[in-house]
Nanobody
């Protein structure tokens, strides 16, 4: 069982930065692939970024590539999403996810989800 708690969301001006954190409980955190998703008002939830449990390989959505960076600290059971050059289109609730199968995680069929944290970018 893995419980995920996101933090770090807030209100920021366009061009600014935020770092989201996702703290995981459970002793098997290091064996899960981790990901971030987001859902804007009136839109479906979409994939943002993922990081594998073993090599720390990363995968990004084209819309945020070059602006966002996902990382993890297995010793702290935490995954991060550094968001730079934020745009109004990045406004959404951001969710942390964990899964054992990377393809399922990427497709949004994750084993575990956090409760979400709101990110609002003012233009």
């Amino acid at each position: 069982q893995v419980q995920l708690v996101e933090s770090g969301g807030g209100l920021v001006q366009a061009g600014g930065s935020l770092r989201l954190s996702c703290a995981a409980s459970g002793r098997t955190f290091s064996s899960y692939h981790m990901g971030w998703f987001r859902q804007a008002p009136g839109k479906e939830r979409e994939f943002v970024a993922a990081i594998t449990w073993s090599r720390g390989s990363t995968l990004y959505a084209d819309s945020i590539k070059g602006r966002f960076t996902i990382s993890r600290d297995n010793a702290k059971n935490t995954v991060y999403l550094q968001m730079n050059s934020l745009q109004a289109e990045d406004t959404a609730v951001y969710y942390c996810a964990a899964g054992r199968i990377l393809n399922n995680l990427y497709a949004g069929h994750s084993d575990y989800w956090g409760q979400g944290t709101q990110v609002t970018v003012s233009s």
